[in-house]
């Protein structure tokens, strides 16, 4: 009988150790699976995915903290209104980053590197981001203002004053330049295209000749012009080439529709306005920046005005 009871009682102790045994792997898998990457709340709502070339990103994935009242306060220059159902985000328009030269009809294209660095530095101390191609494009698929104040910072024609003031300046506040490149006729060595490209800039294209599009009907001349460009740059940074810049701002609209079917999100031209829409991504507007720090202002708020006061 004795036996019996320390038999049952050593049966039992063994049940109970099994039985902890058991939560204790339980509660280890329980603990494993929570803290995989995948089981962790995602802070930000995610984003849907985007059926394109390229998987569009997070489009406050930058160093910046999302600040959702830094949108709607400070601007220098009070807001024109927003164009209903838009995405406000001024694009600015760079050519030449380099000291202002004596011709006086060139100089609407220079931009000194004092004033840029004048005018980055400004976008740095109002908690700016600049976004990359791939994040304007996701903003107008979402139909929706950016939670922080932002612009697309882009340069046309490669000129090789981009490399050597621009991109210094736009590394050390951390920002992305959109450079739009001519294929056949690059002004920046291939080695420094590179390395822009590896250190966060954006290499696109504006087209293989600097063609003007807008007489241009033939479909072999548009397919060189703007399918041909894109693959040529894309084999210079192994990355793809998401957005086109039309050539002196001029398209048609089978240049229109070339570009929406070789593959790239969308396209930029000139404009006066800062608010865009995913229905005129193939053309959206850009604001040109002058040498001039009010008008640069102006620009945010998204007030158009030529201005001849260069600084
Ligand atoms: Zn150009």
């Given at each position: 009988m004795l036996r019996r009871m320390q038999k049952t009682s050593i049966s039992h102790s063994k049940m109970i150790l099994y039985l902890v045994i058991c939560d204790l792997v339980i509660i280890w898998v329980i603990a494993f699976v929570l803290s995989s990457p995948k089981a962790r709340i995602p802070l930000l709502p995610e984003i849907p995915s985007v059926k394109s070339e390229e998987q569009a990103p997070?489009?406050?994935?930058?160093r910046t903290i999302v600040d959702s009242?830094?949108?709607?306060?400070?601007?220098d220059f009070i807001p024109v209104d927003q164009r209903p159902n838009s995405v406000r985000v001024p694009i600015l328009t760079y050519h030449h980053v380099a000291p202002l030269p004596s011709s006086k009809s060139s100089r609407p294209y220079f931009v000194s590197p004092e004033m840029f660095e004048k005018q980055m530095k400004h976008l740095d101390k109002k908690h700016y981001k600049s976004l990359t191609p791939a994040e304007l494009y996701n903003l107008l698929l979402l139909g929706e203002n950016p939670k922080q104040k932002s612009v697309m910072i882009t340069f046309d024609d490669g000129n090789y004053d981009n490399f050597q003031y621009a991109y210094p300046i736009l590394k050390k506040y951390d920002f992305t330049g959109v450079f739009y490149i001519v294929s056949d006729k690059i002004g920046i060595p291939i080695s420094a295209l590179q390395e822009m490209s590896q250190n966060g800039m954006v290499i696109e294209s504006?087209?293989?000749?600097?063609?003007?599009?807008?007489?241009?009907?033939d479909p072999a001349t548009l397919s060189y012009e703007i399918t041909t460009s894109k693959y040529k740059l894309q084999s210079v940074t192994g990355k793809g080439v998401t957005s086109f810049s039309y050539p002196g701002c001029g398209s048609n609209g089978s240049a229109v529709s070339t570009v929406a079917t070789s593959g790239y999100l969308f396209a930029v031209s000139c404009g006066k306005s800062i608010d865009h829409s995913y229905y005129g991504r193939f053309s959206l507007s850009r604001m040109h920046v002058y040498s001039n720090f009010e008008n640069f202002k102006k620009i945010l708020s998204g007030i158009w005005e030529v201005t001849y006061d260069y600084e």
């Open positions: 997070d489009p406050f994935s930058q009242w830094n949108f709607a306060e400070k601007y504006h087209s293989a000749t600097h063609i003007d599009l807008i007489p241009v009907t």
